[in-house]
């Protein structure tokens, strides 16, 4: 994700600048960012993505998406025509602007059997530490386990 957190730094959307790579085999085979051309016609940086991979001719099939924007209904489906059927979305609140595509995005992955998961960049605190003690009870150290 830190991939494509890079690559939406160098987005030309003035509103929301993003980024996406496509990963296959532990391997980047494609990546994209957000643009808004001059005619104010925007491009997804998931589609852009997919389109440089086709571009190539690098083959989807099985590849995970990692993208710092939530996709388009389109780029779904774009997605799915390419075999591609997991997303991993940064997790952030959604443009406003953007609500009901996104609405149209997640049912339309739902149908299509496409997974869109969110990643958390921040620590959870319910889990940062261990708010119990240790009694005399446990053991102190593995020797003292029992290996029934």
């Given amino acids: 994700m830190s991939i494509a957190a890079a690559i939406a730094r160098g987005s030309t959307h003035p509103l929301v600048p993003g980024g996406c790579v496509l990963i296959r085999d532990r391997e980047v085979i494609g990546d994209g960012r957000s643009v808004l051309a001059e005619s104010k016609v925007e491009i997804d940086c998931i589609t ?23 996709p388009f209904s389109a780029s779904v489906f774009q997605a799915y025509l390419m075999g591609i059927r997991r997303f991993v979305v940064a997790a952030h609140e959604w443009e406003a602007y953007y609500k009901d595509e996104f609405r149209r995005a997640a049912r339309l992955a739902r149908e299509l059997s496409i997974a869109i998961e969110p990643l958390f960049d921040d620590v ?3 889990f940062t530490e261990n708010p119990h003690e240790l009694d005399e009870f446990d053991p102190k150290d593995k020797s003292e386990t029992n290996n029934d």
């Avoid at 440089?52 to 099985?62: D, M, Y």
């Fill in 48 to 70: 852009y993505a997919i389109a440089t991979c086709a571009k190539r001719g690098t083959p989807t099939t099985g590849a995970t998406i990692y993208s710092t924007r939530y």
């Fill in 124 to 126: 959870d605190q319910r």
